[in-house]
């Protein structure tokens, strides 16, 4: 250990101040792997893929030094150091190695908040007596992390919570930094606006054009001001700007968050194409928090563009949702927020938190009729969708305005890839896409034939038609659920180029009249 101990200030702590550390792992990854292979030690070591869009998830001090950084292109990376060691990343054992941290940070108190795999706060609160001072603590801590982990953190300690997270970076590697409290106004005063916690590059640039690039600059333009340039983010930040943050550490053992995102082949340009691709992930985390019985108050938008500019967004809803309309509604207002003009973007993803349990659960057949008291139809709705998707894939039945787009890896504009077919060893998939035009306006049975032509389903790849037919197609005048059927009938699948008759028979339940607005939906079949 390096044994830098620095101070922001010589002054202790007050009286009945709050005493709260943030750890930071240093250069997590890749000082992981520097453990478990010491022959890398002193050399520019990079954790990511080295595909063509490879991204580095953690570079070494020693790569730092030459421009390399985390979340950069691995092509970036290697430019600025073509010397550079690229090692693959090894999810299972930095989880290993970071319970392994963190059962070291709860020995010294029992108030730790996970904020990720590498990094928590901890609340000193009562531990004074068993330890002594807060910063004798945070200065054990660090040994002893160093000691049975094999590896360095950094340490912020503060009054709050988003000083002791500015603290832990200002001298890395192996620091310990502390403001003390009392002497929040004079460290923030001086500091770029870009330090605080939620000014990310587009309201920095935009505070910028009104001359603010300090704290202090921040802080005398006044919260009125604030407020009209930027609601109720204008408060936050003006609060932020005066030292207060009143945010508990909330000790939680089981997962905070739970997500999906997406990276794209081709950058994804315009609202229209990424509210698609909200709505799909959308669907997913919709899927998992049913599967683990949760609803959740907060949506967050993550979004990244081409030149690797992240953004992140987060709203809390009036009440607790699974439902995946209301996660992507909420997550298409956060778009909104976002400057999308002339950008191109790799990512998007949508996660929650906030977790609530349901008050009661519910649980469909997709065989049966509709219960007299069945149970609110968007709860039905979202159970039914989840049940299909978890016996036969994601893509077996999503909303159709979710489209699709070609995420990193695929192989062709499907979103995923389909099972082998048992006739031809090459499995395809068929959309049908049952809209609200496809509906009898008065709720009567109808059929309807579709043809699909020219899907590829041969082992040699050869086009052929299938025929579609829709029959039993009985769609709720009242909103009622109803039972849909679908007949694939004769579709011809090639082995050697010779045809064979298949039939594949679904029995659904549409829990929401097809008449709504909208309520269209795309259902992808795997001919297998």
């Not at 408060?235 to 009143?246: A, F, K, T, V």
């Not at 959740?296 to 967004?313: M, N, P, Q, S, Y």
């Not at 590829?456 to 709720?476: D, H, L």
């Amino acid at each position: 250990m390096s044994g830098a101990n620095d101070m922001a200030g010589g002054a202790g702590r007050e009286e009945g101040a709050r005493a709260i550390l943030h750890v930071d792992m240093d250069a997590f990854f890749a000082s992981v792997e520097v453990r478990e292979q010491p022959q890398l030690r002193g050399l520019p070591v990079l954790v990511g893929g080295a595909g063509r869009r490879g991204v580095v998830a953690a570079a070494s001090y020693e790569a730092r030094k030459f421009g390399c950084r985390s979340a950069q292109p691995m092509a970036v990376a290697l430019r600025h150091c073509p010397q550079a060691v690229v090692v693959p990343p090894r999810h299972a054992l930095y989880a290993e190695v970071s319970r392994s941290v963190f059962a070291v940070f709860e020995r010294f108190s029992p108030l730790v908040e996970g904020l990720s795999i590498d990094e928590a706060f901890i609340d000193l609160a009562g531990t004074e007596r068993l330890w002594g001072p807060p910063r004798g603590v945070a200065e054990a801590l660090r040994v002893a992390v160093h000691q049975e982990v094999g590896l360095t953190c950094s340490v912020g300690l503060a009054s709050v919570k988003f000083l002791a997270k500015i603290a832990s970076g200002m001298h890395k590697p192996d620091g310990l930094t502390e403001i003390p409290a009392g002497t929040e106004l004079e460290f923030l005063t001086p500091l770029p606006i870009g330090e605080l916690w939620g000014v990310g590059p587009r309201t920095q640039e935009k505070l910028q054009r009104r001359g603010i690039h300090t704290v202090g600059d921040l802080r005398r333009l006044g919260e009125a001001a604030l407020v009209e340039m930027f609601g109720a983010h204008g408060q936050h930040m003006h609060r932020l700007s005066l030292g207060i943050d009143e945010r508990a550490v909330v000790p939680d053992r089981a997962a905070k968050s739970l997500g999906h995102e997406d990276t794209y082949a081709v950058d994804v340009v315009g609202v229209p194409a990424l509210r698609r691709c909200l709505l799909s992930q959308a669907t997913r985390v919709a899927d998992r928090l049913v599967a683990q019985g949760l609803k959740a108050r907060c949506v967050c938008l993550k979004i990244r563009d081409g030149d690797f500019v992240t953004e992140t967004r987060q709203t809390t809803l009036p009440r607790a949702t699974d439902d995946y309309r209301e996660l992507h509604g909420a997550a298409c207002r956060l778009l909104e927020a976002v400057d999308t003009d002339g950008r191109g973007f790799r990512l998007t993803g949508v996660s929650v938190s906030q977790f609530e349990a349901p008050e009661r659960e519910v649980q469909l057949d997709l065989l049966a009729a509709a219960a007299p008291e069945a149970p609110p139809r968007s709860a039905a709705l979202q159970a039914v969708l989840s049940a299909v998707r978890e016996r036969h894939g994601h893509q077996a039945l999503f909303p159709a305005e979710a489209g699709s787009q070609r995420r990193l890896g695929d192989t062709g504009g499907s979103p995923t890839r389909a099972r082998p077919s048992r006739a031809s060893g090459g499995g395809e998939h068929v959309r049908m896409d049952m809209s609200p035009s496809a509906c009898a306006a008065r709720g009567r049975a109808q059929a309807v034939a579709v043809t699909m032509a020219r899907w590829t389903c041969a082992a040699r790849g050869r086009a052929q038609a299938v025929a579609v037919t829709m029959a039993r197609w009985t769609c709720a005048a009242r909103g009622r659920a109803q039972a849909v059927a679908v007949t694939m009938a004769r579709w011809t699948c090639a082995a050697r180029g010779r045809a064979s008759g298949a039939y594949e028979h679904v029995l659904m339940d549409m829990t929401r009249s097809a008449r709504a607005a909208g309520d269209g939906w795309n259902v992808f079949m795997n001919m297998s």
